[in-house]
Structures are given as structure tokens and as C-alpha cells.
């Protein structure tokens, strides 16, 4: 049945007709959906950095068993050299096979001339690592030379300094010896920037090791990853297996489930906060608007009209509330870099981000507006009209 609503300007009058109530609700609301930008970009930055990890025509191959706990690997150091001379369809260039022998650790690792020592990430490689590490691109300085170490641009994130306590010239400290820092790389925001590279034999040689973590090989376009992985197979005596990149990264994001559940835990703790605040302010803006809603339904408006106002005001406050949170996880949050146990991400502000951070307020606006307007607009008109 057609009903007469109020007019639109009406609820935008009323907002401004109490400034310090408008105020106080607007900030109350920017505030929770900032934090829900904060939980929803943790979340999307996480997965971005596992998802853009593996590139496809990447394989690794490690120890049996270790699951993706590769900094417990050990394979012998000929397996790069048997890789490459038995198995068909590994990617080459001017008779180069794109295979990477590497050593990969965490350790503890000091900035001089810090002392207090920070859980890093370590890899020894070999410049055959930037063929197959198509990503990587030096950003500053040059490659490692002995007694050199490369960082990525997330690694003061994960050892807790500032960005300038790692830049080039700079010295780290780990296994026993003093590191001149010779450059800074960047990996299109994957797990590789939260990390340090030096040369693979240094490394074995402070660690007093002659093994590798894994050996990463680049495969030919239409090679076929089972021939890798019946190589593996067929080698008893070296106890290895052989993954896709993606897989891996794969395997990884399902580790961290429980987190990511976690996580969207809190995105529905913290709206439904938001919710409950925004009840208590709207009940107390609607009680003390009664003889106003009472006298509107005796010059002719019916309650579904004045409830459709009432929403229309709480939507307008947190339609505002929406874009400046989201304007503010923009320009402050977006890629700001953060630790975890793989290394170091970047929240990421997208647009999945934005959607789920609006449509939050929204439902703040619209769940937060219609259970008072219900129960003040069922008082009698006439009770309502000598209410105080």
C-alpha cells in the first residue's frame, strides 16, 4: 500500500540539528570500520603475499618429509648437478640450465651495532637464483659479493628496525660473522622481500655445512613436472621430493586457516561491537526525539515513513563514517608492512577490502537505526505527544 514518505532533506536537517551527538556517532562508527580495514587488509595482504609467491613454472626440490618446513631441509650438495643432468625440460639459455642450488635458514641476526639479535630469514644462493627468481629486482646497490648480503625491502619489518638500519653500507651480524649490506631487492610483494641473501658458499662456510635447503629449477614451456618428480621418486638414495611452487604456497595458505578464521573473527566481534554501539547511540537519539516522531504521525505520516527517515539518517553518518575510513586505510595503512611467522607482508587496502569495509558500515547504519525506531514508534501518539 502506497504511504507518503517524509522528505529528503528532512533527515539530512537532522543530523545537523544536534552536531555534538552527529559528531561523537560519526567518529564512533569511522573508528570501528577503520579497524575492520585493518583486520580485512591484514588478511588480503596475507594471502596476496602467499598467492604471489609461487610462479608456476617454478618447482623446488627438498627432503622427504619436511613438509613446508624447508629450513629443516637437507639434500646433498650434488643434487643441483644431478637435477640438471637428468631431468629433461628444465628451462635453458646460452646452455645455462635455470636450476638454483640454496641454503635456507632462520637465524638470529643483529644490526650493527645493535646487539639485541631478531629472528631473520637467510638464504645462500648463487646469481643462478635470479634466472629462476624471475621476480626479483635489485631496487638499490649491486649484487653480493664476498662478504656482502642483499636484503629485501620487508626485511627491517621482520627483524624490528627501522628501514634505514638497513640500507646499503649498512652491517648485519649472524653466524659468527659481520655482513656488509650491498643492496636492496624487492619481489612484487612476495614472501622473498622479507629476506637476506648472501653468496651460497659463505654461508656454508660460516655454518660449517656442505648440504642445501632445496634446489629450485624454472621448467621449459610444455615440460612436464613428472619427469622432476620421477626423478625423485627414482633416487632412493637421496631422499627427495619434488613440488610445485604454487603447491607449496598453496600449503602454506592452508596452515594458515585457523589465522585467516581468526581474523574474520574479529572483523564480526568488532562490527558486532560497532552494532551495539550504534543501538545505544540511536536509542538515545530516538527516546529523545518522541514528541517529534508522535507529532509527525499526527500530521498524517505513517510509521513506516518515519522509520524509513530514521534509517535514511543513520546511513547518511555511516555512509561518511565508510568513506572516510576508507580514505584514511588508504592513505595510511595500504602496504604499511607488518611481521609474521613467514617473514613479512604488507597489508593490502583493495578493493575486496573496501567492499567488505563499506558494506560493514552499512549494515551498522541499517542494524543500528531500525530496532530503536521500532520501539519508540509503538508508544501511543498520545503518550508520545506528553513525553519529555
Known sequence: ?????????????????????????????????????????????????????????????FSVGMGENLEYSSIPMRTSDLVAASVEGIQKRHGQRYVSPELYLGTQISVMPRDAPSLGLVRGVTPSALLV??????E????????????????????????TAVRVGRELSFEGRTWRISGVFSAAGSAFESEAWCRLD??????????????????????????????????????LQALREPDYYASLQRDYGPV?????????????????????????????????????????FARRAIVVS???????????????????????????SVRFTMGAFALRIDGTSVLIGCGVGFLLGLLGTIPPAIRALRMPVVNGLKAI
Open 133 to 138: 627468481r624471475r621476480r626479483i629486482q635489485i
Open 1 to 61: 500500500m502506497f504511504f507518503r514518505l517524509l522528505p529528503w532533506e528532512y533527515a539530512v536537517r537532522n543530523l545537523f540539528r544536534r552536531p555534538l551527538r552527529s559528531t561523537l556517532t560519526f567518529a564512533g562508527l569511522t573508528t570501528v570500520i577503520v579497524l575492520v580495514f585493518v583486520v580485512v587488509g591484514f588478511i588480503r595482504g596475507l594471502e596476496r603475499s602467499l598467492a604471489v609467491s609461487g610462479d608456476p613454472r617454478t618447482a623446488i626440490v
Open 310 to 336: 530514521l534509517i535514511q539518517e543513520g546511513l547518511l553518518l555511516t555512509a561518511g563514517a565508510s568513506l572516510l575510513a576508507a580514505l584514511l586505510a588508504l592513505m595510511f595503512m595500504n602496504d604499511v
Open 260 to 300: 585467516r578464521m581468526l581474523a574474520w573473527l574479529v572483523v564480526l566481534l568488532v562490527s558486532g561491537s560497532g552494532v551495539f554501539a550504534g543501538l545505544n547511540t540511536m536509542y538515545g537519539a530516538v527516546i529523545g526525539r518522541i514528541p517529534e516522531l508522535s507529532t509527525l504521525q499526527t500530521i498524517g
Open 140 to 163: 638499490h646497490g649491486d649484487w653480493p659479493r664476498s662478504g656482502e648480503v642483499m636484503v629485501g625491502r620487508l626485511a627491517a619489518t621482520k627483524l624490528g628496525v627501522p628501514a
Open 202 to 239: 659463505e654461508l656454508q662456510q660460516a655454518m660449517k655445512r656442505q648440504d642445501l635447503s632445496i634446489v629450485a629449477l624454472t621448467l621449459a614451456p610444455g615440460a612436464h613436472f613428472a619427469d622432476l618428480d620421477l626423478f625423485c621418486k627414482g633416487r632412493n638414495d637421496l631422499e
